[in-house]
């Protein structure tokens, strides 16, 4: 009895209020000696289920999304892709299908993707997702399932800061001319024009085509398909305002690839056959000190760190540039594309 008295009064007991602040919960902070990019949350508890606490704390992320243009959430619950997909919900509205491809992906599930199968000891230069498409995605994110042996990190560029540093000459003329991109199709190099558009019907590519601004020419009697469609290169961000350097002219010409794939891809084909390739929006070429001073740029800007396995990085795709360093060992890295946007909204 005594003991039943001695529960019953530490039932009875008024519990102490306890206070836990944001801060002993998750931490804000940069990584040394690179900056405001990314801004890194970081879990105090490894039981902090990140889909839940993200919305709980949408417009936090939001605001800080729009400032620094990358996030990265680390240490916190991310024990599936059921897990990362409910985090890809919480910020941002459903997943895009990935269209009109242009490097080849393998869906993991629903649509989240690997992030690229490309040969693993090639680097790849930055990019916004999709800036070519006229449809785009706002969002995208990143979740570390496993972490390369070596290397593998995503380097990162603020597409803002890129802008700033081009010279005003060499700016106006894009933003005068935009930028051409053309590919070509069937010839034994890149993406078929069936993977490339998803579709096995030439009549839905060109209708494709056609609803996209995309110019197209069939070759060979229908085994070879041209396309080329003109771009803007600088966009302003629907919410921000800010202006951005938002494109893949300088990503998809063909001097930007490693010398041993570009020198044998310039060997095989003429300049107007390559598989992928940029000019400016008249079609002229890109001079080759233009595109040595955009590269550098981006180089200037890069920001690298390394993954951890549970990692997740939502970036902004209009406000920051991601590529991949080449890497040795497992590396599996998904990849959700969200918030759709098109160029005649910004």
């Given at each position: ?94 997943p895009l299908k990935y269209s009109e491809r242009s490097s080849p992906r393998s869906q993991v599930s629903g649509r989240v993707y690997t992030s690229t199968d490309y040969p693993p000891e090639h680097p ?223």
């Open positions: 009895m005594a003991t039943d008295k001695s529960f019953a009064s530490f039932r009875a007991r008024p519990r102490a209020a306890v206070r836990v602040s944001r801060e002993d919960l998750v931490k804000k902070t940069f990584f040394e000696d690179l900056g405001p990019l990314p801004l890194v949350y970081t879990a105090n508890n490894a039981e902090m289920h990140l889909p839940s606490w993200a919305g709980a704390n949408g417009e936090e992320i939001v605001n800080e999304l729009g400032k620094h243009g990358g996030l990265l959430f680390r240490g916190f619950k991310v024990k599936s892709l059921d897990d990362f997909e409910a985090f890809v919900a919480a910020v941002a509205s459903e790849i230069f930055l990019h916004n997702e999709q800036s070519y498409n006229l449809t785009f995605p706002k969002t995208i994110v990143f979740h570390c399932v496993t972490k390369a042996r070596e290397q593998g990190e995503t380097p990162i560029a603020d597409s803002r800061r890129v802008l700033a540093g081009i010279d005003p000459k060499v700016r106006q003329r894009f933003v005068d001319k935009g930028y051409m991109y053309v590919r070509n199709f069937g010839d034994g190099f890149g993406l078929t024009w069936q993977e490339a558009f998803q579709n096995d019907r030439s009549s839905a590519v060109e209708e494709y085509c056609r609803a996209n601004r995309i110019e197209f020419q069939w070759k060979d009697g229908g085994k070879r398909l041209r396309t080329s469609q003109v771009r803007r290169a600088v966009a302003r961000h629907p919410r921000t305002g800010e202006e951005t350097w938002f494109n893949h002219l300088t990503f998809f010409h063909v001097s930007t690839l490693v010398p041993g794939v570009r020198d044998a891809l310039l060997e095989e084909f003429d300049a107007e056959d390559l598989p992928n390739n940029t000019y400016y929006g008249d079609g002229t070429p890109i001079e080759p000190e233009v595109l040595e001073h955009l590269r550098e740029l981006y180089h200037r800007e890069t920001v690298v760190f390394p993954w951890e396995e549970g990692d997740v990085l939502l970036l902004d795709n209009m406000l920051v540039a991601h590529g991949r360093n080449p890497f040795v060992g497992e590396r599996k890295v998904v990849v959700a594309m969200a918030d759709p946007l098109s160029w005649d909204d910004v």
